[in-house]
T-cell receptor
Framework: KAGVTQTPRYLIKTRGQQVTLSCSPI?????VSWYQQTPGQGLQFLFE???????NKGNFPGRFSGRQFSNSRSEMNVSTLELGDSALYLC???????????FGSGTQLSVL | SQQGEEDPQALSIQEGENATMNCSYK?????LQWYRQNSGRGLVHLIL?????REKHSGRLRVTLDTSKKSSSLLITASRAADTASYFC???????????FGEGTQLTVNP
């Protein structure tokens, strides 16, 4: 089985722009969750989608949003980028029990 | 916000030695997991221990959980240079994939 695929791997944007990150989960996995990783804040939960419905949301501003498609692929969008949004964004997929997560390699976002 | 703390923050050992990392957490949990991350890459799941378990083994890994002290430890035996990575504990409070991660331990195994 192919692993979790995230695109793009690297992204450079400027303040005020918006960005869309993509995640394809492991085939058969219906749960996709997103995490932000920064040196200062560590790994923080953004949101989880299961069967196209947002099941859980972390403490992030409304500029961070996501969606999941019928094929379980997920996108995450950040609008009006700020310097502090520079981070490694990790997507993870889970199987039925959704406890053990399989992570992608992440998208490294730099906001200039 | 982080669920808890890991200690030590950094650990440097020689190949063949054992490495022990500790994790403390604050709230009631359903399970506790350990993940490994190589620099700038995604996390790899190592082992999951449920709140009603006390110890679990997987290859060279041994995890213990003490729910009364809200703490866990990860032991890597006979370490190898390839074990060099950051190790994170993560707690799951309910069923589902919302995990709360610790700050991580940077392990360096010197050949």
């Amino acid at each position: 089985k192919a692993g979790v695929t995230q695109t793009p791997r690297y992204l450079i944007k400027t303040r005020g722009q918006q960005v869309t990150l993509s995640c394809s989960p492991i085939s058969g996995h219906r749960s996709v969750s997103w995490y932000q990783q920064t040196p200062g804040q560590g790994l923080q939960f953004l949101f989880e989608y299961f069967s196209e419905t947002q099941r859980n949301k972390g403490n992030f501003p409304g500029r961070f949003s996501g969606r999941q498609f019928s094929n379980s692929r997920s996108e995450m969008n950040v609008s009006t980028l700020e310097l502090g949004d520079s981070a490694l964004y990790l997507c993870a997929s889970g199987s039925q029990g959704r406890e053990k997560l399989f992570f992608g390699s992440g998208t490294q976002l730099s906001v200039l | 916000s982080q669920q808890g703390e890991e200690d030590p923050q950094a650990l440097s050992i020689q190949e063949g030695e054992n490495a022990t990392m500790n994790c403390s957490y604050k709230t009631s949990i359903n399970n506790l997991q350990w993940y490994r991350q190589n620099s700038g890459r995604g996390l790899v799941h190592l082992i999951l221990i449920r709140s009603n378990e006390r110890e679990k083994h997987s290859g060279r890994l041994r995890v213990t959980l003490d729910t009364s002290k809200k703490s866990s430890s990860l032991l890597i035996t006979a370490s190898r240079a390839a074990d060099t990575a950051s190790y994170f504990c993560a707690t799951g409070e309910t069923s589902g994939s919302r995990l709360t991660f610790g700050e991580g331990t940077q392990l360096t195994v010197n050949p």
